[in-house]
């Protein structure tokens, strides 16, 4: 979420990564630039930070340069449920530092969010591609309705290694192996200010809830924390064995 959350990322991650023995560090960077979008030099910080792939959400066009560096940048997947002729991919295939074969795909839900292609036949046409190249396959599904996330999930149980829930910014706690094999949590959470509301200067915010008068929200200022999840992942089977939160704080 904006320079706070770049800071953190840039301080922590490589830290975290060596502290749970992480192959691949996945990266929802939706929010990474002044907290509304992704830029070029924003996406590159995060590389060098430690993030192996970054993926999006509705927010992926709010920087209207992005789209020509979103093509050229293989390793950043916008939701693959955005029409046909849209810049960018939803989905790749990366190698960990172990040399295993990861799928990432990015999916936008629709439930109080823009009006995309359905999320759920996305995902079937997506795994008929990869099924013949990896067995292990994350899916960061990016929506507002706590429904439409553990449908999600259940819907690609036995099919994926994982479902990752983003897009509210509030860690949730019901990570869990689903009986398929698929690891499973609502919201992974933010990377931000610790102290504000989901990553906002908490006084902007509560003033538009006061009076209801458009104005712009400011990114809080502060230390910053880092929320996510470990997934650890059978490489022969692509189940998962386990899902662990993750809050590390500057």
């Known amino acids: 979420m904006g320079s706070p959350g770049r800071r953190a990322a840039d301080g922590m991650l490589a830290g975290l990564r060596s502290k749970y023995d992480c192959r691949m560090a996945i990266v929802n ?3 990474a630039a002044g907290g ?11 590389f060098a930070a430690g993030a192996d792939v970054l993926t999006m959400g509705n927010h992926t066009f709010a920087k209207r340069s992005v789209g020509s560096y979103l093509d050229d940048e293989i390793r950043i997947v916008r939701p693959a449920n ?12 990366y190698q960990t ?13 629709r439930v109080f969010m823009d009006a995309v292609d359905c999320p759920f036949r996305a995902a079937d046409s997506v795994l008929d591609e990869i ?5 292990i396959i994350v ?11 553990v449908a999600m999930g259940r819907y690609l149980e036995g099919r994926v290694s994982a479902v990752i829930g983003t897009h509210t910014h509030v860690q949730t706690s019901d990570e869990k192996v689903l009986p398929g094999g698929t690891a499973y949590i609502t919201d992974a959470g933010m990377t931000g200010v610790e102290y504000s509301v ?12 006061l009076t209801h008068v458009p104005g712009k929200f400011q990114l809080a200022e502060g230390t910053a924390s880092i929320n996510g ?19 590390e704080t500057e």
Request: aromatic share 4%.
């Open 82 to 93: 955005y029409p046909p002729g849209v810049p960018g991919r939803g989905w790749g295939i």
């Open 131 to 135: 099924v013949d190249h990896t067995k």
């Open 29 to 31: 960077a939706e929010n």
């Open 139 to 149: 899916v960061d599904m990016h929506a507002e309705a706590t429904s439409e996330k």
């Open 198 to 209: 989901i990553g906002m200067d908490y006084s902007t915010v509560i003033g538009r809830f």
């Open 97 to 109: 530092l172990g040399g295993e074969s990861v799928a990432v795909v990015n999916l936008l839900g």
């Open 229 to 247: 999840v470990v997934v650890d992942i059978d490489t022969q089977t692509g189940r998962a064995v386990s899902i662990q939160r993750v809050t």
């Open 36 to 46: 509304l979008g992704l830029s070029e030099p924003c996406a590159k910080s995060l």
